[in-house]
Structure formats: structure tokens, C-alpha cells
């Protein structure tokens, strides 16, 4: 079996079907390598602290984007 991919109406792909031995090579390869993330956060503290922007707000729209109906 290979890999296979999902199309919608207008042909766009929204996904994809993958053999679990595949899977499980990748799996076992990524755990292999450097931890998937931000290695070190404390670089990015403080980025915001010059925008001008209300981050409350900010991260009520974010999460409204994940807001299922």
C-alpha cells in the first residue's frame, strides 16, 4: 500500500492516508532526533513588549479560530 490522498470537491487535497509501518518509521525516526518544540523559550520573552497591540484580545481571536460549531 502507499500513500494516498484525499481530495475535495474542488480537487484541493485535505488529506492524506498513510500505511502505519510508514507511520511507524517516522514515528520512530522523529523520536530519534532533537525533541520536536521551542528548545529554548526564554529567547522569545518579550518580543511583544514593543507592538502596539492589546494581547488579550489577540489571544482571544486566536483562540477563536479553534472554536468548533
Known sequence: MSVQYIYDSAGK??????????????????????????????????IYRDLKVDLKTEIRKLRDEWTRI
Open 13 to 46: 487535497k485535505t488529506g492524506v492516508i498513510i500505511p502505519i509501518d510508514l507511520w511507524e518509521t517516522l514515528q520512530d525516526k522523529r523520536l530519534a532526533e532533537e525533541p520536536v518544540g521551542i528548545s529554548d523559550p526564554g529567547k522569545y520573552r518579550g
